[in-house]
């Protein structure tokens, strides 16, 4: 059974979201405030994580980003917010998802069992992969080297280890193994987020912008994560 850590201090939501998750097959655990989450993370290994923007003893945004520092379970934010700055906001800090309050319960569901089933599959869990380590090899002045290992979901640039998040990872796996190809956004989105989830044009270049920064050597002038002008981006060793 697939377990659900749900961050959300307000307890008609919290229960509501618990109870119709738990009907769906899922199992979940609520904490109260941000303390109480950081904690269940650990303790609980939750699949997938729900966290409420709102908290009464912690911002957020800064638990969205202490959270992804110290796991790469799929995190979709679940808020009242839904200002595109917030959104964009929150993909920046690590989230892998975003849906406003009030939403259809079967979109959420319909959500969280996307991103975990796309997090297992990146995993290794129910298909096959090739082999454990994709690597490139980015020339660009002395060589850079690029390693992606799918079942640890790990990635490393030259000889340091690179934290992505989930969604970052999916996007430049796809890049390496399909080099000098280009993908539109939406390809890009599909690639993340499966048919069944949602997230805008937007996210994925924050995506890009975040990745960037962890390959290139000047991020304002990219020499391999490359813009292609109306269609969308490609990736050159």
């Not at 008609?12 to 609520?30: D, H, P, Q, T, W």
């Not at 890009?208 to 813009?227: A, F, G, M, S, Y």
Request: net charge negative.
């Amino acid at each position: 059974m697939d377990k659900v850590l749900l961050i959300e201090d307000d307890m008609m939501i919290g229960e509501m979201l618990a109870m119709y998750l738990s009907e769906e097959g899922f199992e979940v655990k609520r904490a109260e405030n941000g303390t109480e989450g950081l904690t269940e993370i650990e303790a609980y290994q939750p699949d997938l994580i729900l966290l409420d923007l709102v908290l009464p003893d912690v911002d957020g945004f800064e638990l969205c980003a202490q959270i992804r520092s110290m796991t790469r379970v799929p995190m979709m934010i679940v808020s009242m917010r839904s200002e595109v700055s917030e959104r964009v906001k929150a993909f920046a800090l690590g989230a892998d998802d975003y849906i406003s309050k009030p939403f259809s319960m079967r979109e959420l569901t319909a959500r969280a069992a996307a991103l975990i089933r796309r997090s297992r599959m990146a995993g290794g869990v129910g298909i096959p992969i090739a082999g454990a380590e994709t690597a490139a090899t980015l020339e660009s002045g002395e060589p850079l080297a690029i390693k992606l290992d799918p079942l640890r979901r790990l990635m490393s640039v030259g000889n340091q280890t690179v934290e992505t998040t989930y969604s970052e990872f999916e996007i430049m796996r796809l890049f390496v193994e399909h080099a000098g190809k280009v993908f539109s956004r939406e390809e890009l989105i599909q690639a993340v987020r499966g048919f069944d989830s949602y997230v805008t044009d937007r996210a994925i270049d924050v995506h890009i912008v975040n990745l960037r920064r962890k390959i290139e050597r000047d991020p304002k002038e990219p020499r391999h994560i490359k813009t292609v002008w109306g269609v969308g981006y490609k990736f050159e060793r």
